[in-house]
């Protein structure tokens, strides 16, 4: 059996607030760790039936850093579901979903920046 590992480092503030999220693996082939403003890692309890979710994220991310992320990670959820049940429409709605999200943050960012 091959063993792989993943490691997070965070860097907190005197306020427990992130400052700093780097991350590395034994499989990548990246020899420094990596850098990143945020991360989303969820876990499944499969005897409890509920779901481990870590979010987090450094002052350094920006809002529209984060609306990005969020639709590229329902994005690739869709894509991941896709793959384990094959279930197509469901697959749809969740991409639907994530065009609509970023296509009405879009629209309130320029709104907003209107109003200012």
Known sequence: ??????????????????ENIEWRASESTAEAPQ????????????QEKTALRIDLWTQKMMV???ADFY?????TMADTFDR????????????AFANSFID?????QMRDNKAS
């Not at 059996?1 to 992130?18: A, F, G, H």
């Not at 850098?35 to 499969?46: C, I, P, T």
């Open 1 to 18: 059996m091959i063993k792989s590992s993943i490691v997070i480092d965070v860097d907190l503030d005197e306020n427990r607030v992130p």
């Open 35 to 46: 850098k990143a403003k945020a991360m989303m890692v969820g876990f499944w309890d499969g």
């Open 64 to 66: 529209d850093e984060m």
């Open 71 to 75: 639709y590229q990670t329902f994005i």
């Open 84 to 95: 384990a049940t094959r279930q197509t429409e469901l697959v749809n709605e969740m991409k």
């Open 104 to 108: 009405k943050f879009r629209e309130i």
